[in-house]
Nanobody, 122 residues
Framework: VQLQASGGGLVQAGGSLRLSCAAS????????MGWFRQAPGKERDIVGA????????YYANSVKGRFTISKDNAKNTVYLQMNSLKPEDTAVYYC????????????????WGQGTQVTVSS
């Protein structure tokens, strides 16, 4: 599976962005997906995850209520809708795929996208 993340950019605090992660390969529909982010000098942290069918989602406390993950198996795409953005959300965002749902550690994921930069100005 190859993953391609897109949709990052510069936005003011309080604004919104939607990230997309397009996948190639037949197995996408069977995979759980996660979104991670990494700020400069910091570790890569989980943002949230969704089950293979998109019916179950998990969010880190820092984004709960502001971010929403959705998975469209017909389009081989997973989305991260980010609302009420804060400067502390500034990071490179990565999508990743795994066999199991609700994995929170990067090395548990098998496939990674290349990352997309999100910058939130105050």
């Amino acid at each position: 599976v190859q993953l391609q993340a897109s949709g990052g950019g510069l936005v003011q605090a309080g604004g919104s962005l939607r990230l997309s992660c397009a996948a190639s390969g037949r197995t996408f529909s069977t995979l759980a997906m996660g979104w991670f982010r990494q700020a400069p000098g910091k570790e890569r942290d989980i943002v949230g995850a969704t089950s293979w069918d998109g019916l179950s989602t998990y969010y880190a406390n820092s984004v709960k209520g502001r971010f929403t993950i959705s998975k469209d198996n017909a389009k081989n795409t997973v989305y991260l809708q980010m609302n009420s953005l804060k400067p502390e959300d500034t990071a490179v965002y990565y999508c990743a795929a795994a066999q199991d749902y609700r994995l929170t550690i990067p090395h548990q994921y098998d496939y990674w996208g290349q990352g997309t930069q999100v910058t939130v100005s105050s």
